[in-house]
């Protein structure tokens, strides 16, 4: 592993633990799709190396919404770890976080392991034990949230925390014509369609388990993959509430202070 790499890892790792944005990486020589996986490689490592443990995938910009909220057109995957796993219902501390957004998410629990290449929407609704909604709390380590492809790479999509619903439902086919509500305070704020993720939300499962099997990974058994924000995220303030529904799998709730 180049310092590079090291070094940038550990940039975006201070940046989440101090509170304080930095620069995209991208602005100071990071160019490469495969280099900046490396980073968030590193990145994750040190999570690991403070008894963090991988949980599982997440997607990210798999949605139109998404990708015109971050001016990035392309998707990309990421990992969740245990440190990151919150309960429905939780509220988070803002002083703990720098500028976190949230968005609704369909997530898919494995109950086998997923390994590209060709896997496709049947293979992983096979391989799923449970569907459940999710909310996604991002929390980019760049300044002013902005930040390109390769950036976002580097930062683990931009994952902070998630929250998972309580009700573990078996896989359907239905879900690109599933309903998605985000409400905040009570208020409908957003909505969209499984559809709004690549035509079905299987189909970002695939994404990442194909990505996987050129790096010689896998997506396990047991973990939950976040198929990636189905509408435009939110911004946590003081006091919020925020429920995201998806018809037929439930809801899930997330509070800020
Ligand atoms: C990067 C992508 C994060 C998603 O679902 O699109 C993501 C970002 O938007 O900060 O989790
Ligand atoms: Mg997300």
Request: aromatic share 4%; with cysteine; hydrophobic share 45%.
């Amino acid at each position: 592993m180049t310092d590079s790499v090291q070094e940038w890892a550990r940039r975006l790792d201070a940046a989440a633990t101090d509170r304080k944005p930095v620069a995209p990486l991208s602005a100071d020589g990071l160019g490469e799709v495969s280099t900046a996986y490396d980073v968030q490689n590193a990145l994750i490592g040190l999570r690991r190396d403070r008894g963090e443990r991988l949980v599982g995938g997440k997607l990210g910009l798999t949605s139109r919404a998404k990708q015109i909220a971050m001016g990035v057109d392309k998707p990309l995957y990421g990992f969740v770890t245990s440190g990151m796993l919150c309960t429905s219902g939780e509220r988070l501390h803002l002083g703990e976080l720098i500028h976190p957004r949230v968005e609704p998410e369909i997530a898919f629990v494995l109950g086998a392991p997923l390994e590209g290449p060709d896997v496709q929407i049947a293979d992983v609704l096979a391989a799923t034990r449970y569907l459940v909604p999710a909310l996604d709390v991002i929390d980019s380590r760049y300044e002013g949230f902005s930040f390109t492809h390769v950036d976002a790479i580097a930062d683990n999509a931009s994952s902070a925390a998630f929250a998972l619903g309580d009700d573990l439902v078996a896989p359907r086919g239905d879900l690109a014509s599933t309903g998605c509500v985000l409400e905040v305070d009570g208020r409908v704020v957003e909505s969209a369609a499984g559809a709004a993720v690549m035509g079905h939300p299987a189909a970002a499962v695939a994404f990442m388990a194909n990505q996987l099997a050129q790096v010689g990974g896998r997506l396990e058994a047991g973990w939950v993959v976040l198929s990636g924000g189905l509408t435009a995220p939110v911004p946590l303030r003081p006091g919020i509430n925020v429920t995201a529904t998806i018809s037929g799998l439930g809801s899930v709730t997330l509070g800020a202070d």
